[in-house]
């Protein structure tokens, strides 16, 4: 298996978004963001590439009862776990925090990591603006305004980095182009790495555990399918190739299960025929999910 970092992220965080019941590239946006913003304080390149994936991944703590400082917890909880920058996992935990000290965890200007300022900054951009489409000077007006209306939760450095990103005419004629994936392509330019077969497999028990967890009646399912496929595979010869993608692909199977009511997955009974419809829409989006992944079309071709 030959899988990039970076793909394999980005890939991941498009079911963070299928999760939280967002249109499909809200984790995206706030990356794109929060890279440029890194950009434009000269941050070290290292830096900035820490700060993409802590963006991509910054709902990786998705939950229906979650509180917010829960959600916090849980993602920086899971993502230390992962083969990743542990800078990465303190920017998660602290991502919706404000220097006025009204985030969950309180923390006041001074104590807030700047990458997590940077990914808070651009994922309240995000909520407040993403449903306009249309690039217009209103808009910018719109968007002065509401910079000096919250410039007091954010650090002085960050909201005039900001103020600078929004004069420069391509980023918003980006973020609202209909064609924005293939822009993220182009924009951020990082070295990314090739990750081992263990090292995508903590990723996706990750994301098993994500899905599993969801509720009691799946809890275990996937690293439970993964185990069988285990067994199977190795007794019937399999290359050690195969053997590992099947292993990724058996806790992953269900990753389309994100796009579902929790209240559908865990009827107490059966479903009726919309109920069934729902959830049988589930294969389509992880097949979805996994087609972001450059390196998984073996796996996605056999879904």
């Known amino acids: 298996m030959k899988i990039y970092e970076r793909s394999l992220i980005e890939g991941l965080s498009f079911a963070l978004d299928v999760a939280e019941k967002n249109y499909f590239s809200h984790s995206k946006h706030v990356a794109y963001t929060s890279f440029l913003l890194a950009k434009e304080l000269d941050l070290p390149k290292e830096q900035q590439k820490n700060i993409y994936y802590g963006a991509l991944l910054h709902d990786i703590g998705v939950g229906n009862s979650y509180t917010m ?9 899971i993502i230390q776990g992962l083969p990743m920058e542990q800078s990465i996992a303190e ?15 309180h923390l006041t200007a001074g104590k807030i990591p700047l990458a997590a300022q940077i990914i808070c900054l651009a994922n309240f951009f995000d909520i407040s603006f993403i449903q306009r489409k249309k690039v217009t000077y209103d808009l910018t007006q719109e968007i002065d305004q509401w910079i000096h209306k919250n410039e007091a939760l954010f650090y002085t450095s960050l909201v005039n ?3 600078a990103l929004i004069k420069k005419e391509y980023f918003l004629l980006d973020y609202y182009n209909n064609e924005f ?35 009691k009646f799946t ?5 439970g399918i993964a185990e069988i496929v285990n067994k199977v595979t ?4 399999y290359s050690n190739e195969i053997q590992n993608k099947m292993h990724i692909a058996a806790l992953l199977h269900d990753i389309g299960k994100l796009a579902v009511s929790k209240e559908i997955i865990e009827k107490d009974g059966p479903l009726t025929e919309q109920e069934r419809f729902e959830i049988n829409k589930h294969t389509y989006y992880t097949r979805w999910i996994l087609e972001q992944i450059t390196g998984f079309e073996d796996i996605t071709d056999n879904l």
């Open 234 to 237: 190795k007794a019937l010869g």
């Open 91 to 105: 920017a998660v935990l602290y991502h919706h925090e404000y220097q006025d000290g009204t985030g969950p965890f």
């Open 181 to 215: 994936n293939c822009i993220l392509s182009k924009r951020i330019i990082i070295e990314e790495n090739i990750l081992d077969f263990d090292k995508v497999k903590l990723y996706a028990e990750a994301f098993s555990k994500i899905i599993d967890n969801r509720s």
């Open 161 to 163: 980095a900001f103020e």
């Open 219 to 223: 809890y275990h399912h996937s690293l």
């Open 69 to 77: 400082e829960e959600h916090c917890m849980v993602g920086h909880g």
